[in-house]
């Protein structure tokens, strides 16, 4: 039971430093005055952060969808090209469709909503 408990602890620290991550880069990429040098720097700042935990292997879409857009942007990190254009529109358009991929069960739709609520009419 103690390394069941372990195994959870391990699993929800690293599933914060992943989301950190997540939320660090698309804040930095959504910034007006965007400066890529510093987005370089920060985000492997944040990566090296995001190493001292051990990794955990996450089943669910979102968590493998977080973890492909680290490596995705660890790849346009250490590979730039000249004006980063291309390569911010791809990691933005990734961050929205995995923001999408989390808040997809909040946007379900109550079935008979209206029969919920019997006033008696």
Same mark, same amino acid.
């Given at each position: 039971?103690?390394?069941?408990?372990?195994?959870?602890?391990? $699993?929800? $620290?690293?599933? $914060?430093? +992943?989301?950190?991550?997540? *939320?660090? #880069?698309?804040? %930095?990429?959504?910034?007006?005055? /965007?400066?890529?040098?510093?987005?370089?720097?920060?985000?492997?700042?944040?990566?090296?952060?995001?190493? =001292? #935990?051990?990794? +955990?292997? %996450?089943?669910? &879409?979102?968590?493998?969808?977080?973890?492909?857009?680290?490596?995705? #942007? @660890?790849? /346009? +990190?250490?590979?730039?090209?000249?004006? /980063?254009? &291309?390569?911010?529109? #791809?990691?933005?358009?990734?961050?929205? @469709?995995?923001?999408?991929?989390?808040?997809?069960? *909040?946007? =379900? =739709?109550?079935?008979?909503?209206?029969?919920?609520?019997?006033?008696?009419?």
């Amino acid at each position: 039971m103690n390394s069941n408990i372990n195994e959870k602890q391990l $699993r929800i $620290r690293y599933i $914060r430093v +992943v989301e950190k991550f997540l *939320t660090r #880069t698309i804040s %930095l990429l959504k910034l007006e005055n /965007f400066d890529k040098e510093i987005f370089f720097k920060r985000t492997l700042k944040n990566y090296e952060d995001m190493c =001292k #935990t051990p990794k +955990v292997e %996450l089943y669910s &879409d979102y968590y493998s969808g977080v973890d492909n857009f680290v490596q995705k #942007t @660890l790849n /346009f +990190v250490k590979n730039p090209s000249d004006d /980063f254009i &291309d390569e911010r529109a #791809t990691l933005l358009k990734d961050a929205n @469709l995995l923001q999408k991929e989390k808040n997809k069960a *909040t946007y =379900k =739709k109550d079935k008979h909503r209206k029969d919920k609520f019997d006033d008696g009419n």
